[in-house]
């Protein structure tokens, strides 16, 4: 009888769990939902935060603007100087492809970390550097560090806001992240001058190790984005999905090279400086450099209510016009207020539309690959037009110079034109009529 009822309790709990099991598993899920959704919140919340500071204490380079002199006092030579910047340049190109491929592969917290760890051997080799062979060394390795980043950074802001369903916020969050650049490279100038002034040079990138060791403490804290898709089962194989992926989107294909011809109109950085040398006196070179951080950090703290409100393509269409215009205008009179229209005044803005777009285009599995491809192709053109553009300023003269950069810069507005001409165009639904099976309007 005892047997009995034991049989029949159980038969009776298997029933139960057989009917109560599909509803406890929803409820199961319905409970995980807001959690797995409050935590991709809190990644955000952090990974924005931890970014926003890595680039803050990653351009905090003291030496910055004294990096030239400072290498030409180490190997007694400007010419060897010169050589190291353009070595550094030459590595960072070499190694975007593999270390894209490796963000893709290996993850995006693995891949930052590992770039903040090169950076502070790079920075220790400057600091003891005696002469071209350590110095070497260390261009080369911050070169290998710029290229983990490149990329990959980006892809990680975008992942994480990508997990959380928040991808359309990327505009403002990027922007804040890299206004950050903007804000140490002002504050790292003015620090370092009044530290050189004081001790030496040397003091000054010794003292600029302590800010790299920083960022590997921050980086540490980051948290892994979720990563959507499988991978490809080789590099090979993923390199070529990369690129079938650009060459198939016409879209992508445009955005590259606005974003490949943007970065090799740079090199007007480096030249600027002997064009406002000739309006402003030479102490006020450092106060002209701030202002253009300062209205480079304003830019890019609005870019996101300025996407938000206009739209990725038209801001980037609107914003590299005029800065072409305000750079020509600059350029073609010369007046004591060329120095401060000359530069990027919507760089800021236009920086963040241009990585907005390119997210949206890139694929998940292959977004820092995809991202790294596009900076390989910039920096072949910067070396280019750095080289062009150093023959016709010995020729002709600084101003001739700038205006062939302008030049470069203006190829950029047709692709940008389409890319928006593109956003403006409405999306084809599927049950709409194509233009051959379409009934004909009569009169």
């Known amino acids: 009888m005892s047997a009995r009822h034991s049989s029949n309790h159980r038969l009776l709990l298997v029933l139960q769990r057989l009917i109560t099991s599909p509803f406890a598993r929803r409820a199961r ?4 939902a807001p959690a797995a959704s409050k935590h991709a919140d809190e990644a955000v919340s952090r990974n924005v935060r931890l970014l926003g500071w890595f680039n803050f204490l990653g351009d905090f380079r003291m030496y910055g603007p004294i990096m030239v002199i400072y290498f030409a006092q180490v190997t007694g030579s400007y010419t060897a100087a010169a050589s190291l910047l353009a070595l550094k340049k030459l590595s960072c190109a070499a190694f975007e492809v593999p270390t894209g491929v490796l963000s893709d592969r290996l993850g995006r917290r693995g891949t930052m970390i590992a770039g903040a760890v090169v950076m502070v051997a790079a920075h220790l080799g400057y600091a003891g550097a005696s002469g071209y062979g350590l110095l070497l060394a260390a261009v080369v390795l911050e070169g290998l560090a710029a290229s983990l980043w490149s990329g990959n950074n980006a892809a990680l802001l975008y992942d994480t806001l990508l997990a959380a369903d928040r991808e359309a916020e990327f505009p403002r969050h990027s922007g804040r992240v890299n206004s950050m650049f903007q804000l140490a490279l002002a504050l790292a100038a003015a620090v370092g001058g009044v530290v050189a002034g004081v001790w ?31 991978l490809e089962s080789s590099v090979l194989v993923h390199l070529g999905s990369a690129l079938r992926g650009i060459r198939r989107n016409p879209v992508l294909r445009r955005m590259t090279l606005v974003s490949a011809l943007r970065y090799s109109s740079e090199s007007a950085a480096q030249l600027s400086p002997v064009f406002v040398a000739g309006l402003w006196p030479l102490w006020a070179l450092g106060v002209w450099r701030t202002f253009g951080h300062g209205v480079a950090f304003v830019g890019f703290r609005v870019s996101g209510r300025v996407i938000g409100r206009v739209g990725a393509a038209r801001t980037l269409l609107f914003g590299e016009s005029f800065n072409n215009l305000a750079n020509f205008v600059a350029l073609v009179k010369p007046t004591v207020f060329s120095p401060v229209l000359l530069g990027s005044p919507a760089y800021g803005i236009s920086t963040i539309a241009q990585e907005t777009l390119l997210q949206r285009e890139f694929t998940d599995r292959e977004r820092a690959t995809m991202g790294s491809l596009g900076s390989l192709l910039g920096s072949v053109l910067y070396a280019f037009v750095a080289v062009g553009v150093g023959l016709v300023t010995d020729r002709w003269g600084i101003v001739a110079g700038l205006l062939a950069i302008q030049a470069v810069a203006l190829v950029a507005l047709p692709f940008a034109w389409s890319v928006h001409a593109q956003a403006l165009r409405p999306p084809v639904r599927p049950d709409a009529p194509s233009a051959a099976t379409a009934p004909k309007e009569t009169a």
């Open 29 to 32: 899920r319905l409970r995980s």
């Open 200 to 230: 030496s040079l040397r003091a000054v990138v010794v003292l600029s190790v302590v800010p790299q060791v920083l960022c590997v403490l921050v980086a540490l804290q980051v948290r892994e984005p979720r990563v959507r898709g499988p």
